[in-house]
């Protein structure tokens, strides 16, 4: 099992450009979250997904959206980007999902905003 | 709202030695679950451990423990016979209706 998948690995963006962090993963799970890890702060909710058609806001949804149309996959979309969405986002999943489970993360995307 | 304090940005440990790591929450959620994740150098979130907020008892993992405190909403890391490969960010997390939130982390240094 390859887990958790998230490219790219890296990417610079203008100002007003968009672009989609990708996310998959092989493990049949049934939920899907997106994260953000600004400098030396904790991970932020930005979505999440309990399953395919269904998503829902974490804590700081603004300026993002996402889709899950599929088990494996949950891109997360950036529209207008601005440099306050500097950061790593990490995509993580889980098997039955709740505040209990177990989240499998992917290795990040390191994102800048110019 | 939810919050999780992280009080001790870097901590350090001799090789071999015990150490603890602090985090406080805030939540007026009665069914919760608590976790402490390690992210090494490359990134990479694991989870460490996990605590039930209606379990009295701590949980442990093999050389790793926790000190739940649920009426002072303390929870804390305890690191027994510290190895160079537990160096990393410890990040304290607070989870409940299909929402998470981390603390600010605490880097731990571990010297031979």
């Known amino acids: 099992n390859a887990g958790v998948t998230q490219t790219p690995k890296f990417r610079i963006l203008k100002i007003g450009q968009s672009m989609t962090l990708q996310c998959t993963q092989d493990?049949?799970?049934?939920?899907m979250y997106w994260y953000r890890q600004d400098p030396g702060m904790g991970l932020k909710l930005i979505y999440y997904?309990?399953?395919?058609?269904?998503?829902d806001k974490g804590e700081v949804p603004n300026g993002y959206n996402v889709s899950r149309s599929t088990t494996e996959d949950f891109p997360l979309r950036l529209e207008l980007a601005a440099p306050s969405q500097t950061s790593v986002y990490f995509c993580a999943s889980s098997y039955w999902g709740g505040a209990g489970d177990t989240q499998y993360f992917g290795p990040g995307t390191r994102l800048t905003v110019l | 709202a939810q919050t999780v304090t992280q009080s001790q940005p870097e901590m350090s440990v001799q090789e071999a030695e015990t150490v603890t790591l602090s985090c406080t929450y805030d939540t007026s959620e009665s069914d919760y679950y608590l976790f402490w994740y390690k992210q090494p150098p490359s990134r990479q979130m694991i989870l460490v451990i996990r605590?039930?907020?209606?379990?009295?008892q701590n949980a442990t993992e093999n050389r790793f423990s926790v000190n739940f405190q649920k009426a002072a909403k303390s929870f804390s890391l305890k690191i027994s016979d510290s190895q160079l490969g537990d160096a990393a960010m410890y990040f304290c997390a607070f989870g409940a209706r299909n929402q998470f939130y981390f603390g600010t982390g605490t880097s731990l240094t571990v010297i031979p």
């Open positions: 493990m049949n799970h049934n939920y």
């Open positions: 997904s309990v399953g395919a058609g269904i998503t």
């Open positions: 605590q039930e907020a209606y379990k009295q």
